[in-house]
Structures are given as C-alpha cells and as structure tokens.
T-cell receptor, first 117, second 111 residues
C-alpha cells in the first residue's frame, strides 16, 4: 500500500532554534502533501497544503514565515519550524492523497512529536 | 467553510457492547473517510465512502454515508479492547485536494 514516511518521530529542541520535519512518499508520487498539527486530545488541524514545485498554501492564522514548507520533489516535503517556542510544542502530521479509481483516501505519516523547552 | 461535527466526543463502554459514532455537517462532501488513530501515531484509514446511502462493512465495523452525503455513521458491534482509540471522520471536497476533519471520538473499551 501507499506509505508516507515521516521523520523524526520525536524531537526536543531549545527555544529559538529551528526544527525540520521530513515527509516522504515511499512508493508513490505525491504532488500535494498536507501538514497538520494536533494538540493533545484534539483533532487534526490543517496548517498548510504543500505543492510540488510551487509555494505552499497556508490556512488562516498559520504564520508562513514561522512554518516554512518546501516541496522540492514529488516524494519529499519538509516543514521547518523556525525560532521555535514552547507554544509550538505539538504533534505534527503530514499526509498525501493516494490517487486510484474511485479512491479518495489519504495516507498519513506516523507523526512528529515536537517539544520545545 | 465546511465543518464536520462528530459525536460523541468521548465514549467509555464495556467489552461486548455496541456503539455508534456520528459525523454530521450542513455541507455536502464528495467523499467521507473514517480513520482510527492510536496515541503517538498518525491516523490510519479505515474506509472511504463516496456514494450517498452507501454502506460498507469491515468485520465488526459498519460505515454508512447519508443519502445527501452530509453525514455518516460508524457502528461497532461487540466492541473489544483492541478497538480503543481515536476515531476521526473526514470529508473530502469536490476537487479532492482537501480534507476536513471532525473533532474526533475517543473510544475506550474496558475488558
């Protein structure tokens, strides 16, 4: 099946530093990837849509200068949290849509738990 | 903006009981997906429904898409502790380039 690999699984960083999260589609090409943030006991909130070879589309309220998204190839999208602060601590998840006849499923990465201290 | 309301938010039941989770919206979705998420992991797709009135079964799980494609339900028969997790419904837009998630239902099945 379609697999999205996300790394790292968890990361602890100091306030003010930057953290990069990678999301790779292993056995399919993903022209579009999605980045979500999930706080404890809450649902997923879409942060941005990453498009291969073009600028990402950010949801309202998400700072594009703080959450840098790069989608340079059909199999890799990265999210960089710049100048991280404790309030950025969260569970970040990427996903990609898997195209198939009459299939609208999205496959998700395993998530990255970011803790900013 | 398309919104999905999921209920109940939390459900704690005994092993063997049945349960139903609802996902409702005032908007029409081209597709509706149900996911299950374990702590510290990404959501895993359970099913996708695309046709109004469609019913799909996955072992003890029955999924239904409303006739008007605005709502969906997930019914679990004879729940087991292994069913414990966060269940998420998500609606797909016509362009197929966006998912809207419901608030999630946290299910706990006690042995």
């Amino acid at each position: 099946g379609a697999v999205v690999s996300q790394h790292p699984s968890w990361v602890i960083c100091k306030s003010g530093t930057s953290v990069k999260i990678e999301c790779r589609s292993l056995d399919f090409q993903a022209t579009t990837m999605f980045w979500y943030r999930q706080f404890p006991k809450q649902s997923l909130m879409l942060m941005a849509t990453s498009n291969e070879g073009s600028k990402a589309t950010y949801e309202q309220g998400v700072e594009k200068d703080k959450f840098l998204i790069n989608h340079a190839s059909l199999t890799l999208s990265t999210l960089t949290v710049t100048s991280a602060h404790p309030e950025d601590s969260s569970f970040y998840i990427c996903s990609a849509r898997v195209r198939a006849p009459r299939s609208y499923g999205y496959t998700f990465g395993s998530g990255t738990r970011l803790t900013v201290v | 903006t398309q919104l999905l309301e999921q209920s109940p938010q939390f459900l704690s039941i005994q092993e063997g009981e049945n349960l139903t989770v609802y996902c409702n919206s005032s908007s029409v979705f081209s597709s509706l997906q149900w996911y299950r998420q374990e702590p510290g992991e990404g959501p895993v797709l359970l099913v996708t429904v695309v046709t109004g009135g469609e019913v799909k079964k996955l072992k003890r799980l029955t999924f239904q898409f409303g006739d008007a494609r605005k709502d969906s339900s997930l019914h679990i028969t004879a729940a087991q502790p292994g069913d414990t997790g966060l269940y998420l419904c998500a609606g797909g837009n016509n362009a197929g380039n966006m998912l809207t998630f419901g608030g999630g239902t946290r299910l706990m099945v006690k042995p």
